[in-house]
C-alpha cells in the first residue's frame, strides 16, 4: 500500500541522503554558523557553570505552572524572532526583485531569493507565527496567571501540562531542523491544496510541517483539556463563576476553541497525510476526492483558531486597562457574555476564507453575516474599554501602552476584516495583500497584548519590573515600524499586490515596497531596544525590585502572592470574598494580614517522563518524515511503552513542612522559580499522615 | 486528607477503565473501523446505502470507544464528561450541516456532468 517515492529510499536512512543537507546556500550557511554559535555558549555556559543538574532537575523534569508558562513563552519568543528573520526575507526580496529589470544575486534572476525559497520562507513564516510563537505564548500566560488569579497551586494536571510543552517544543523543533535537513514546505502555512500532494511536492518539505503541525496540536488539545478542568475544578473557596477574573474566563472560551477545533485540524492533516503516505484519494482532483473537502476542514479549524488566538489577548487586555485606569472593569458580566458569544460565532464563519469557492449567493450570503455578527460582541469589548478609561487616572506604563496599542490594532484589523466579510468585497481583494494586511493588524494585536503581558507579569514570576526607558523606547520603536509596514500593505492591497510573489512584476509599486522596507528597519532597531531592555533590566534588578503587588493598583488574586512567586504559590489557600478580590482587600486594609502559621503543602514531584516523551515524539516524527519505518515503529513504541509505564507511577508528591514555608515566605529568593530546591522526596506523604 | 489525590480507586470520576475494558474497547474499534475499510474498498454498494453503513459503523465505534475505553454511563461522577459528550452534539450538526450545504450548492454550480461517474474514472498523477 506504500505509496512510491521519488529519488533514492534505503531501508536504513529513508529518504535521508547527504545531499538533503542544503551546505551549498550561502544563506543557510550564515544562519547555521549562527545557530551553532547560540547553541555553544548557551551549552558552554550551562557546562561552564556546571548547570546540567539544575537545569535538568529545575527545568526540564518540572510539573511546575510557572516555569512551564515561561518554558512555553521562551519558546514562543524564540520562534518569534525566527518567523521574524523569514518575514525580514520576505520583504527585503520584495523591495529588491521589483519590475523586469530588477538586478539578481545569489542564483536568483530577481533579488537574491529563487522562487522555491521565497516560498519555504512565507510558508515557514505563516506556520511558524501562528502555531510556534503566538500560540506558545499565549498558552505560556495562560499557565503562568490562571492557577495564581484562581487561588490554585497548580494545574489540575501537572504531569499532563509538562507534556504538552514538550510535544510543543519537540515540534518546534523539528521545524527548525528541516532549515538545515532537508527542506519546508512551498505550500503556504495553509497548505495550499492541491499543492501540497505527493506529486506537486515531492520533497520531505510538506511531511516536515504536517507532522510539526500534528505533534504540536496533540500538545495544545491536551493543554486545553488541563486548563478547562482546572478553571473548573481548582478555584479557591469562594471564588464563584461570577468572581473569577477575565483572563480565566477568556482562557475558558478559548480553550473550548481549542479542545473542539484542534482534532479537526489533525483530521485532515491525517487524511492528508494518507493521500502523501497510502496513495489514497481524499483531497486529489479525481478518484473521487475533492479539493476543496480540504481547504473546508483547515478553515473549519482555522477560523476558530484565530479566535483561539484572540480570545486570550482580550483577556489581557481586561487586566492590563482597569489595573492602569485605577477602576473596576466596566461590564463585566457583558465581557463574559461577549467571550463565549465570539467563541461560539467562531464555528459558523470559516466559508468566509473561500467565498470564491462558489458556493453560490445564499451560503455566501449567510456566512458573510454570521462574519459580521461577531462584530457586536467584539464592540461590546471594545466599548466596556473605553467606558473603563474614560475619565480614569491612567498611567502610561508600559504594558498599558501595549494595551492603548492593542485597542487601536483592533479597530484597524476589525473594520478591514468586515470589508472582507463583504462578498464582492472579497471577490476583489481575496490572496491580495490586502488581507495580509487585515490580519497582521490582528496577530500583531496578539504581539502587543504579548508584550504587555510580558511586562505586566513579569515582576509577579521574577520579582523585579522591567526597565521602563528601554521598554518604552521599545514600544514605540515597534508600534511606529509597525503602522509603516501595514499602512504602506493596505494601500499595495488596494494597488493589486496579490499575496506570496517572489517577484513584485509592477514597478508602481516600488514606493510602498519602500516604505514597507523602511518599517522593517525600524522593527530591526526595535528588537535592540527590546535586547537592552533585557539586559538593563537584570542589570538593575535590586532597583526594580517588586512588592507582591508590582504595580500598586492591581485587583486580582495573583498579586496577593509574594513576587517572585514561590512555586508553592499561596502559602494558605486565600479565601475568596468578591471579584476583584485584592483591590476589596486592599480598600479593607486586609492585604497585607499574614496568616498565624502554616500546614504542610502537599506538592507533585518532578518527572522526567514528559520530557522523554516529547523527545520520542519528535524523534518519530523526524522518522515519519523520512520514511525511516524501522525508527518510526522504535519511537513509537517506545512512546507508547512510557505512557503506559508512567500511567502505573503512584506519584504520591511529598509534603512541604510549615518550618520550610515559614522560611521561605521569610526569603523569597529560597523559594523562587530560578532557585534550587533541595531534595524532599524524603518528606513522604505517608510520613504525616497526621495531617 | 492526604493521599486520595492520588489513588485514582477513591475517585469513580477519573477511574476510566481497566484492562480487559481497554483491550476490548480497542479490539472493537479496530474492528468496526477495519469493516468501513473493507466495505469503502469493495465499491460494491450504491451511494445512499453505503453513506449509511459508514456512517452506522462510526457510530458504533464512537459508542464502544466511549463506554469501553472512557466508562462512560449516566452516574452522577461522571456528569462533566457526559455532559461535554452532548455539548458536541450541537457543533457537529452545525458543522457537518453547513459542509453538506455548501457542497451540495457548489456541486450543483460547478460540478454537472452527463455522466457524475466518470468523474470517478479519471486518471490522477498519483497512478
Ligand atoms: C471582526 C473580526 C474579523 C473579521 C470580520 C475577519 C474577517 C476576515 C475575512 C473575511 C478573511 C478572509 C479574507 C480573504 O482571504 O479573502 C480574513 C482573513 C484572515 N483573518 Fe480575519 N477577521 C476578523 C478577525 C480576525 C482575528 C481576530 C484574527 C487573528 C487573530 C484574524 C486573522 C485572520 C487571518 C490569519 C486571515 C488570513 C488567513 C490566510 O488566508 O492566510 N482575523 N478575516
Ligand atoms: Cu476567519
Known sequence: ?691 | MAGSHSDPLAHPEVRMGGAMRYIAGFISTVALMGAALIVTLRHDMGYETYVEVVGGLAALALLSQAVLFYGLDISRAQIWKSVSLILTVPLFIITVGLTVWMFQSLDQRTMVMPNSAAAATQPTLLQ
Open chain 1, 1 to 691: 500500500m506504500q505509496v512510491h517515492v521519488p529519488g533514492p529510499w534505503s531501508p536504513l536512512f529513508g529518504r535521508l541522503t547527504l545531499d538533503q543537507i542544503p551546505y551549498n546556500i550561502p544563506i543557510l550557511q550564515y544562519t547555521f554558523a549562527g545557530a551553532m554559535l547560540a547553541a555553544i555558549v548557551v551549552v558552554g555556559a550551562v557546562l561552564y557553570f556546571k548547570k546540567v543538574g539544575y537545569f535538568w532537575r529545575e527545568w526540564l523534569t518540572t510539573v511546575d505552572h510557572k516555569k512551564i508558562g515561561v518554558m512555553y513563552i521562551v519558546i514562543g519568543l524564540v520562534m518569534l524572532f525566527r518567523g521574524f528573520a523569514d518575514g525580514l526575507l520576505i520583504r527585503t526580496q520584495q523591495v529588491l526583485a521589483n519590475g523586469p529589470n530588477a538586478p539578481g544575486y545569489m542564483g536568483a534572476q530577481h533579488g537574491f531569493l529563487p522562487p522555491f525559497h521565497f516560498d519555504q520562507v512565507y510558508s515557514a513564516h505563516g506556520t511558524i507565527m501562528i502555531l510556534f510563537a503566538a500560540t506558545p505564548i499565549l498558552t505560556g500566560f495562560q499557565n503562568i496567571v490562571v492557577p495564581l488569579q484562581l487561588g490554585a497551586r497548580d494545574m489540575a494536571f501537572p504531569y499532563m501540562n509538562a507534556l504538552s510543552l514538550w510535544l510543543t517544543a519537540g515540534a518546534a523543533g523539528l521545524v527548525m531542523l528541516s532549515l538545515f535537513v532537508g527542506d519546508f514546505s512551498a505550500a503556504g502555512w495553509v497548505g495550499l491544496i492541491p499543492l501540497t500532494e505527493l506529486p506537486y511536492s515531492p520533497s520531505t518539505g510538506v511531511d516536515y510541517w504536517m507532522w510539526a503541525i500534528q505533534i504540536s496540536s496533540v500538545g495544545t488539545t491536551l493543554n486545553a483539556i488541563n486548563m478547562i478542568v482546572t478553571i473548573v475544578e481548582m478555584r479557591a473557596p469562594g471564588m464563584t463563576w461570577f468572581r473569577m477574573p477575565i483572563f480565566s474566563w477568556t482562557t475558558l472560551s478559548t480553550n473550548i476553541i481549542g479542545l473542539t477545533a484542534f482534532p479537526v485540524l489533525g483530521v485532515a492533516l491525517a487524511l492528508l497525510g494518507a493521500d502523501r503516505y497510502l496513495g489514497t484519494h481524499f483531497f486529489t482532483a479525481g478518484m473521487g476526492g475533492n479539493l476543496m473537502l480540504y481547504t473546508n476542514l483547515f478553515w473549519l479549524w482555522g477560523h476558530p483558531e484565530v479566535y483561539f488566538l484572540i480570545l486570550p489577548v482580550f483577556g489581557i487586555l481586561s487586566e492590563v486597562v482597569p489595573t492602569f485606569c485605577e477602576k473596576p472593569l466596566f461590564g463585566y458580566v457583558t465581557m463574559v457574555a461577549a467571550s463565549f458569544a465570539i467563541a461560539g460565532v467562531s464555528w459558523v464563519v470559516w466559508l468566509h476564507h473561500f467565498f470564491t469557492m462558489g458556493a453560490g449567493p445564499d451560503i455566501n450570503g449567510f456566512f458573510s453575516v454570521a462574519t459580521m455578527l461577531v462584530g457586536i460582541p467584539t464592540g461590546v469589548k471594545v466599548f466596556n474599554w473605553a467606558f473603563t478609561m474614560y475619565r480614569a487616572r491612567i498611567t502610561y506604563t508600559v504594558p498599558m501602552l501595549w494595551a492603548m496599542f492593542g485597542l487601536f490594532l483592533l479597530l484597524a484589523g476589525g473594520l478591514t476584516g468586515m470589508m472582507l466579510a463583504i462578498p464582492a468585497v472579497n471577490y476583489t481583494v481575496h490572496d491580495s495583500v490586502f488581507v495580509i494586511a487585515h490580519f497582521h493588524c490582528m496577530v500583531l494585536l496578539v504581539v502587543a497584548a504579548a508584550f504587555a503581558g510580558v511586562s505586566y507579569w513579569f515582576p509577579k514570576v521574577f520579582g523585579f519590573r522591567l526597565d521602563e526607558s528601554w521598554g518604552k523606547a521599545f514600544f514605540w520603536t515597534f508600534s511606529i515600524a509597525t503602522l509603516i509596514v501595514f499602512t504602506a500593505m493596505f494601500a499595495l492591497g488596494f494597488e493589486g499586490e496579490t499575496r506570496r510573489l517572489d517577484w513584485t512584476f509592477n514597478t508602481a509599486w516600488k514606493p510602498m515596497l519602500v516604505v514597507e522596507e523602511i518599517g522593517m528597519i525600524l522593527y530591526v532597531i526595535s528588537l535592540a531596544c527590546f535586547a537592552l531592555m533585557l539586559v538593563f533590566s537584570i542589570v538593575n534588578r535590586k532597583k526594580n525590585a517588586a512588592g507582591p503587588d508590582a504595580w500598586g493598583t492591581s485587583r486580582t488574586l495573583e498579586w496577593l502572592t509574594p513576587s517572585p512567586v514561590p512555586f508553592y504559590n499561596f502559602a494558605v489557600t486565600p479565601q475568596v470574598n468578591t471579584r476583584d478580590e485584592l483591590a476589596w482587600r486592599r480598600k479593607h486594609g486586609l492585604d497585607k494580614a499574614q496568616p498565624e502559621h502554616f500546614e504542610a503543602i502537599h506538592m507533585p514531584s518532578n518527572t522526567g517522563m514528559p520530557f522523554v516523551i516529547g523527545m520520542l515524539a519528535a524523534v518519530w516524527g523526524f522518522a515519519m518524515i523520512w520514511r525511516i519505518w524501522w525508527l518510526a515503529a522504535i519511537s513509537l513504541t517506545a512512546l507508547i511503552v512510557c505512557v503506559i509505564i508512567r500511567s502505573f507511577y503512584k506519584n504520591e508528591g511529598y509534603h512541604l513542612q510549615p518550618e520550610e514555608i515559614a522560611a521561605m515566605e521569610r526569603d523569597l529568593a529560597l523559594g523562587s522559580v530560578v532557585s534550587e530546591q533541595p531534595d524532599r522526596s524524603h518528606h513522604h506523604y505517608s510520613h504525616v499522615e497526621a495531617h
